[in-house]
């Protein structure tokens, strides 16, 4: 099997073509997300927007900034500004270059001021606390420059207390591992350098024993796989240096067989509809398995290596260093 990318090309300049379905007003909170894994795609695809295509998508950030929240994004606009939706929208302006355009420093101090005594952060003003927003907060904050914002260490020291006896992490101290959530600690961890107060081997085949027999991963034991854990899980492993852990072939195939050969786009699992979600995933998984001719993509930011590069950010990750 091979990768139908002028099938994808197509399916993700079609997205937003109906805004008028049910579908399209159901997902309107998740709109910052979904322009960051359309733009990302097409971005690995190596299909760079057009000028204006690119110009109206930035606008669009820029007008999704909350007057309520100095400095931070909302998932759409006239929604409140979260913590996730404001490193995603930091995400697609790195991509498109347009990170001149924001106040960093502001951005800095809303994420900033999410911060609790614990070291942990919150996803916004209402308190929600999981380790997703931690590694927002240490990625947008790297990217912008401002790291030294906050408290480095209180974050190691929470992020640790998500660690679980099986060596993976779950979303907050005391709860069930989970693939994504592991995600999201170790990079994190990697990008407060402090991978070394990790058990990577045990880390690493709890990670691997998500391949399931038909080459996909799951995020719990006894789950179905789904292919957006070939991203979660197989960055997390490249990160600790342990990818060759897993048979990437097998995985590669499970991808492959998501895809939508007709119309584009890649689901969850072969069989059912694509969606842009997994559409990303599965394409940053096959680049990091270098299956496709896709542009490489960076395990700990989820940019394309090329961004990573341009913006001069810390690399973070030797092997995956200019």
Same mark, same amino acid.
């Given at each position: 099997m091979s990768l139908v990318a002028e099938k994808h090309e197509g399916y993700l300049r079609n997205l937003d073509k109906d805004r008028e379905s049910l579908e399209k007003m159901m997902t309107e909170h998740l709109r910052m997300g979904g322009a960051y894994w359309g733009v990302s795609a097409l971005a690995l695809l190596q299909k760079a927007d057009e000028e204006q295509h690119r110009e109206e998508i930035i606008e669009w950030i820029l007008t999704c900034r909350d007057p309520c929240n100095p400095g931070?994004?909302? *998932?759409?606009?006239?929604? /409140?500004? =979260?913590i996730t939706a404001t490193h995603y929208a930091l995400l697609v302006l790195a991509i498109y270059g347009g990170l001149d355009r924001v106040d960093g420093a502001s951005v800095a101090e809303y994420i900033a001021s999410l911060q609790r005594e614990d070291g942990s952060f919150s996803g916004d003003r209402w308190?929600?606390?999981d380790v997703r927003f931690t590694y927002c907060a240490l990625s947008a904050l790297t990217i912008l420059g401002h790291l030294d914002r906050v408290d480095v260490d209180a974050c190691t020291r929470w992020i640790l207390r998500c660690c679980n006896y099986d060596g993976a992490f779950g979303p907050m101290p005391r709860a069930e591992s989970h693939a994504a959530y592991t995600f999201c600690a170790v990079q994190a961890l990697a990008l407060a350098d402090a991978l070394d107060a990790v058990d990577l081997d045990a880390l690493g085949w709890w990670l691997c024993e998500r391949q399931t027999p038909g080459g996909g991963f799951n995020g719990r034991p006894e789950k179905a796989p789904d292919v957006c854990y070939s991203w979660w899980i197989l960055s997390a492993l490249a990160t600790i240096g342990r990818a060759h852990w897993i048979d990437g072939d097998k995985l590669a195939d499970f991808?492959?067989?998501?895809? =939508?050969?007709? =119309?584009? #786009?890649?689901a =969850?699992?072969?069989? /059912?509809?694509?969606?842009?979600?997994?559409?990303?995933?599965?394409?940053? #998984?096959?680049?990091l398995l270098r299956k496709a001719d896709l542009a *490489?993509?960076?395990?700990?930011?989820?940019?394309?290596?090329?961004?990573?590069?341009? $913006?001069? $950010?810390?690399?973070? $990750?030797?092997e995956f260093s200019s």
């Open positions: 931070g994004f909302s *998932p759409n606009v006239g929604h /409140d500004a =979260d308190g929600e606390v991808i492959f067989a998501a895809q =939508d050969a007709e =119309d584009g #786009g890649i =969850d699992r072969p069989g /059912d509809v694509a969606d842009v979600f997994h559409t990303f995933f599965g394409l940053a #998984g096959l680049s *490489p993509i960076h395990p700990v930011y989820a940019l394309p290596s090329a961004t990573v590069e341009a $913006l001069g $950010l810390p690399a973070v $990750l030797t």
